[in-house]
C-alpha cells in the first residue's frame, strides 16, 4: 500500500495552458490535470481506456468528431484508441485514470501536449 497526496506530487507545466500531477501504478496511471480557460489539448489518441471525472470548470470534449461540454461532477469514458481533443472553457481541474498505464508519459512521448 501506498499513500499519495496530490500536495506532495510535483505539478509539471507542460504548456501555458495546462499543467499536470501524475502518479504511475503497476497497470493504471491517476493524473490531476488543471487547464486555463482557452487551454487546449491537441487531437491525439492512446492505447489507454481514459476515465475523466471533472472537479472544477467547464471542458469541451470531442471523441472521434462528437462533442460534449462537461460539467462538474460529470464523468466520462473515451474508449482506448479513440481521436479525442479537449478544449477548457473555464479554468478547469479534472482527474483522469488511464489503464493500462500512460507509457508514453513515461518515456515522455507527449508532444501533443507540451508547447
Known amino acids: 500500500m501506498k499513500l499519495y497526496r496530490w500536495s506532495d506530487v510535483p505539478l509539471e507545466q507542460m504548456n501555458p495552458a495546462v499543467g499536470r500531477q501524475v502518479i504511475h501504478a503497476q497497470r493504471m496511471t491517476v493524473a490531476r490535470v488543471q487547464l486555463r480557460k482557452g487551454g487546449l489539448v491537441a487531437p491525439h489518441r492512446h492505447e489507454s481506456e481514459q476515465i475523466t471525472l ?27 484508441g479513440a481521436l479525442h481533443q479537449v478544449e477548457a472553457l473555464e479554468d478547469s481541474i479534472a482527474t483522469d485514470l488511464f489503464a493500462p498505464r500512460r507509457e508514453d508519459w513515461i518515456r515522455g512521448d507527449d508532444s501533443y501536449l507540451r508547447g
Not at 59 to 79: A, C, D, Q, Y
Open 54 to 80: 471533472l472537479a472544477e470548470g467547464r471542458l469541451r470534449f470531442t471523441v472521434e468528431g462528437e462533442s460534449v461540454v462537461l460539467e462538474p461532477g460529470e464523468i466520462l469514458h473515451v474508449p482506448s
